[in-house]
C-alpha cells in the first residue's frame, strides 16, 4: 500500500518533489526507494534509504535528486530539482525488507505504488 503523488510537467530546470505515503506497517521496511521507467525502457533505480539511515542515489540523479521522509505521517518524499528531459519517466515508491545492495535493487522490493508520471519538457 503505497501511493506516490507530486507528478506533473515541469521546464527543463525546474523541480518537483513526489510523496510517497504508505501505512505503518510498510513504512516501518527495513528499505525504501525510488525507481523509474522511461517510455520503452526497463525501470531505473534512482535512489533508496536503508534501515540504517543510509541513503544512496544512482550516479544519473546525484547531487539533483534528494530522499527523506517523515516518520509522524509515514511519508518518503523525492525532491527533484534541475529537471531535464531524460528524467521523464513514471516514478515509483517501493519498499522491502532487503538490506545492503538489494536496497538498490528493485529484486529487493516488495512493495510497489502504482506510480506518478514526470514530464520535463
Known amino acids: 500500500q503505497l501511493v506516490e503523488s507530486g507528478g506533473g510537467s515541469v521546464h527543463p530546470g525546474g523541480s518537483l518533489s513526489l510523496s510517497c505515503t504508505t501505512d505503518k506497517f510498510t513504512y516501518s521496511s527495513n528499505c525504501m526507494g525510488w525507481f523509474r521507467q522511461a517510455s520503452g525502457k526497463e525501470r531505473e533505480w534512482v535512489g533508496s534509504?536503508?534501515?540504517?539511515?543510509?541513503?544512496n542515489y544512482a550516479d544519473s540523479v546525484k547531487g539533483r535528486f534528494a530522499i527523506s521522509k517523515d516518520n509522524r505521517k509515514n511519508i518518503l518524499y523525492l525532491q527533484m530539482n534541475s529537471l531535464t528531459p531524460d528524467d521523464t519517466a513514471m516514478y515509483y515508491c517501493?519498499?522491502?525488507?532487503?538490506?545492503?545492495?538489494?536496497?538498490?535493487?528493485?529484486?529487493?522490493?516488495?512493495?510497489w505504488g502504482q506510480g506518478t508520471q514526470v514530464t520535463v519538457s
Open positions: 517501493a519498499a522491502g525488507r532487503s538490506a545492503g545492495a538489494q536496497c538498490m535493487s528493485a529484486a529487493g522490493m516488495t512493495y
Open positions: 534509504l536503508d534501515s540504517d539511515g543510509r541513503i
